[in-house]
């Protein structure tokens, strides 16, 4: 079983940067992909980025070039580094790691 724990989020203006980071306890953290994933005030939720166990990653249109994502397998972490926010990255961002998934961590980003 894996438990994921989200952080980082909070308010900030726009043009400006967070760091989330999402903790793992389990034996399938290293060896899985992770993605973060975003939802929005009454929107579904949407696929933002993935790393792969091996370090590959991917990105949603909407936020490649602005956002990054990496892992830290020794600490069993993930992180979504955020620049350049806007409004529209307003959501709680969830990460998932081997079908399971954390609690999510809101990210508010003012005009």
């Known amino acids: 079983q894996v438990q994921l724990v989200e952080s980082g989020g ?3 203006q726009a ?6 980071s999402c903790a793992a306890s389990g034996s ?3 060896i899985s992909a992770v993605g973060w994933y975003r939802q929005a005030p009454g929107k579904g939720r949407e696929w933002v980025a993935s790393v ?8 949603a249109d ?4 602005r956002f990054t994502i990496s892992r830290d397998s020794t600490k069993n972490t993930a992180y979504l580094q955020m620049n350049s926010l806007t409004p529209e990255d307003t959501a709680v961002y ?4 081997a079908g399971y ?3 999510g961590t809101q990210v508010t ?3």
């Open 10 to 12: 909070g308010l900030v």
């Open 62 to 65: 909407s936020v490649k070039g």
């Open 101 to 103: 998934w954390g609690q």
């Open 52 to 59: 792969g166990s091996g370090g590959s990653t991917r990105y």
């Open 109 to 111: 980003v003012s005009p």
């Open 15 to 20: 043009g400006g940067s967070l760091r989330l």
């Open 94 to 97: 969830y990460c998932s790691n």
């Open 28 to 30: 399938t953290f290293s």
